[in-house]
Structures are given as C-alpha cells and as structure tokens.
C-alpha cells in the first residue's frame, strides 16, 4: 500500500529551504541561526555546548550570531567556557560552573584553570585553592 502525503500551500506560499520557516521562508526554524541564499540549506544549525546552554538546550538566537542561552557561570557564543573565576563546565552543574574560590592571600588571581579549578599560588604556596 502506498500512502500519499500532500503538502497544502495557499497561494503566495513559498517552498522554503530544510531549516527555514514562514510564509517567504524569511526565518530560521528553532534550532538554526544566520539566514543566507548561498546555504543551500538556508540557515546554519546551532552548535550549543548541552553542559553550558540552560536546560540543555541546542536552540540559540535566531540572528545572524547565534548565541546559545547560557547558565549563569558560562560564557561564549557556544556556551562552552567557564566565566573567569569559575571552573569545571558541567550538565550536572545548574549554574554549569563551580567557583575557583582562590585564597587571596595565597593566590595570584582570582582566576584558577578553568578545567580542574587549580588557582595560580604564590611562591611556598600550595593547594588547589592556594591555601596550604
């Protein structure tokens, strides 16, 4: 058996491209950005970091940007970085990174290695906090 899908357009209704949506195909449907004739597929795909977007989402802004909706402690067009003084970029996470909580007294800065959250310690200082 054969089953015959017919797609009904009203007059003026434009056939629009894979990731493009409306009437003229003017907007990028959820999930894609930046709207150009020479993408054959009309509108580039997001690429937002699960771990860093709230909710986990993979929907970002519909301009020509992109910027994904990020936690509270992330940053970048992704959603990918820790913020400075913030570490461990996280799904668990809810606000996606941990604070460095550096020692001032034992640290250089208040940024610590946005991976493993080690603080720059001053000389006979130890500790991943520069508290030792």
Known sequence: MITLFLIFKKPGDCFCKNNTM???CHLCKPGFF???SNNPLGCQVCDCDTAGARNSSNICE?????QCP???NVQ?????TCNNTYYGLSRQDTHGCRPCLCDYGGSSSPVCNKTDGQCKCLPNIDGRQCDR
Do not use: F
Not at 62 to 66: E, I, P, Q, S, V
Not at 76 to 80: A, E, Q, T, Y
């Open 34 to 36: 930046n709207l150009t």
């Open 22 to 24: 409306g009437r003229r």
């Open 70 to 72: 990020c936690k509270q």
């Open 76 to 80: 970048g067009l992704r959603c990918d």
């Open 62 to 66: 519909g301009d020509a940007h992109g």
